[in-house]
């Protein structure tokens, strides 16, 4: 039995995979990102972990090795992001992005672990009329894994939240898929006024660190966790104009269909409707209306949609416009980022049955 399975985080973002691992009980060895914002805040939350800023390119695994003290770990996680590949299928060698999910072999190489688990969206399934996933599946078991995959959704796993995400899971012994992915809650999903009702009292342009009432729901009291102190509870400032074209959106309709004469084209965004889950939470904050004020959710309400506790703090700027865009990597968007916490302890809490009974 592995009493604390170890683990590399690869393209770890602020930290959502890795707080549902350690959660589970696995100890981070390293973590390894390309943006210095998403560092400050996983920095923050994981001050054991040994944390590499740089791109993955041009990182030896050997030279962590050295680094970290270890030739092997038990797990490797990675949240690659998979845009190069062109949705003809063809992989574009020229194109950096595609590398990106190579340089994970090459952690693959030195490390052998004994499990690797990569996240992304699950429309990778059908890119290329799946050549896209063919071709990362070869690579793995040139590798030597095999490999088996699922999308879960975190919604059907007391998330808050529809968010489909398909889970690649290489290991080094054959196991069967039904026994690697955990298997979905039979309650009743967690609605948006659930998750966020005890936050709802701000208004525009306000903070607040402190709570104003005592949490209403078991997910809600779940969250605190015993937090004191509020963090990143700070709501937009919208221009009137703003608000009134917010104003005019219902509950689980968007501006497209609730604002068919309106005078501007940007209508994409959504009000979040109080009784259901909240729509996929992506990486702009401007997509979301809070179900009952005429703004966009302040970064700890959108925190809550994605299951981070409230002890998890963001760092970095909260947002951003122009073309710092580029560069940084803002809280919003560090939260749209990242895999739920939840799903990712459960997940992590059944790859470490597998662990135990296959190795
Ligand atoms: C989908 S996010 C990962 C989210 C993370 N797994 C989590 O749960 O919070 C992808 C991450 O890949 C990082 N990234 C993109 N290109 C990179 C590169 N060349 N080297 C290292 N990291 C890179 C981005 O900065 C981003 O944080």
Redesign the pocket.
């Known amino acids: 039995m592995i009493a604390k399975p170890t683990v590399i985080?690869?393209?770890?973002?602020?930290?959502?995979?890795?707080?549902?691992l350690e959660n589970a009980g696995y100890e981070i060895v390293y973590a390894?990102?390309?943006?210095g914002d998403?560092l400050k805040t996983?920095k923050h939350n994981f001050p054991e972990v040994v944390v590499e800023q740089?791109?993955?390119?041009?990182?030896d695994p050997r030279e962590v090795s050295r680094r970290i003290k270890r030739k092997s770990v038990d797990v490797i996680?990675?949240?690659?992001?998979c845009q190069g590949f062109s949705t003809s299928g063809k992989r574009n060698p020229n194109d950096?992005?595609s590398?990106?999910f190579l340089?994970v072999g090459k952690f693959l190489k030195v490390f052998k672990p004994k499990i690797f688990v990569m996240?992304?969206v699950s429309g990778l399934l059908s890119m290329g009329k799946g050549d896209t996933m063919k071709t990362i599946i070869k690579n793995f078991k040139d590798n030597g894994y095999h490999v088996t995959y699922q999308v879960l959704s975190a919604d059907e796993f007391g998330i808050p939240q529809m968010r489909n995400r398909v889970f690649i899971v290489g290991s080094l012994k054959p196991i069967p898929t039904e026994k690697i992915f955990p298997k979905p809650s039979k309650s009743k999903p967690v609605s948006v006024k659930d998750a966020i009702s005890d936050l709802s009292f701000l208004g525009l342009d306000d903070h607040s660190d402190t709570y104003h009432i005592k949490p209403l729901t078991p997910y809600q009291k779940k969250m605190r966790k015993g937090t004191k102190t509020l963090h990143n509870h700070k709501s937009a400032k919208h221009s009137n104009k703003i608000q009134k074209r917010f104003s005019k959106v219902p509950p689980g309709m968007d501006g497209r269909n609730a604002l068919k004469k309106s005078d501007t084209l940007k209508r994409d965004y959504y009000r979040l409707h109080p009784n259901k889950t909240s729509r996929t939470i992506t990486t702009l904050p401007e997509d979301l209306i809070h179900y009952k004020e005429n703004r966009i959710p302040t970064v700890r309400e959108m925190a809550r949609l994605q299951s981070f506790p409230d002890n998890f703090v963001f760092l970095g700027p909260r947002t951003t416009g122009g073309r710092q865009r580029k560069f940084s990597?803002p809280q919003y968007t560090?939260i749209g980022?990242?895999?739920?916490?939840m799903l990712?302890e459960k997940l992590f809490k059944q790859i470490s049955k597998v662990l135990d009974i296959h190795f």
């Open positions: 985080d690869l393209f770890s973002g602020c930290g959502g995979m890795s707080l549902g390894n990102d390309l943006n998403a996983y740089g791109d993955i390119n041009e990182i996680v990675a949240g690659a992001p950096p992005r590398k990106l340089q996240e992304n990597c560090q980022n990242a895999v739920p916490p990712s």
